[in-house]
């Protein structure tokens, strides 16, 4: 009994730091967290809302929002997070690309489970329209997932400064 206690404490010390490394890329920034379930003993269960920049497109922002499971295995990082994801992308400045990108290249990854699932947001360019789509999905290690959102960006004209095409930056 003693060696489970051990190596449960031993478990449970190991899983903290991974929740705290959660986030793959750069983190994002927290915008606001929205309470859904109250629990009276135990972490909330919540709607968090991040805002990320494109790390390849300067002028381009997105804001997105998932659950995060409350209780105490939510908070110990044990719980397997939602699928669920919302998304949108918007021009915020004038638009300028740091390099090439090929289509469905990745923008975002975040953990969503202490191995198998994960939230990513990709980046995509409609160069008949100019406009740049991102879209945000969790998949499994095993299975996919068929929760998904989609926000487009159409690449504008910023003041006197003329709006680059997105199919230029295209890797063929």
């Known amino acids: 009994m003693r060696l489970f206690a051990a190596?449960?404490?031993?478990?449970?010390g190991a899983a903290v730091p991974?929740?705290?490394?959660?986030?793959?890329?750069?983190?994002?920034?927290?915008?606001?967290?929205?309470?859904?379930?109250?629990?009276?003993?135990?972490?909330?269960?919540?709607?968090?809302?991040?805002?990320i920049d494109d790390p390849l497109v300067e002028g381009v922002s997105c804001h997105f929002t998932v659950p995060e499971i409350g209780g105490w295995a939510g908070w110990a990082g044990f719980a397997e997070e939602r699928s669920e994801t919302s998304l949108a992308c918007r021009q915020v400045g004038p638009v300028t690309f740091k390099g090439k990108f090929e289509q469905g290249e990745e923008v975002y990854r975040q953990r969503r489970s202490l191995f198998f699932k994960k939230m990513q947001i990709v980046r995509g360019c409609d160069a008949k329209r100019n406009v740049l789509v991102y879209l945000s999905y969790t998949d499994k290690l095993i299975e996919g997932s068929p929760q998904?959102?989609?926000?487009?960006?159409?690449l504008m004209p910023w003041g006197t400064i003329p709006a680059p095409k997105c199919g230029d930056y295209l890797e063929k």
């Open 148 to 154: 998904n959102s989609t926000s487009t960006v159409p």
């Open 18 to 51: 991974l929740t705290a490394l959660a986030q793959e890329a750069d983190d994002p920034e927290l915008i606001f967290k929205k309470t859904t379930v109250w629990r009276m003993l135990s972490p909330d269960a919540k709607l968090a809302t991040y805002a």
């Open 7 to 12: 190596l449960f404490a031993a478990f449970l």
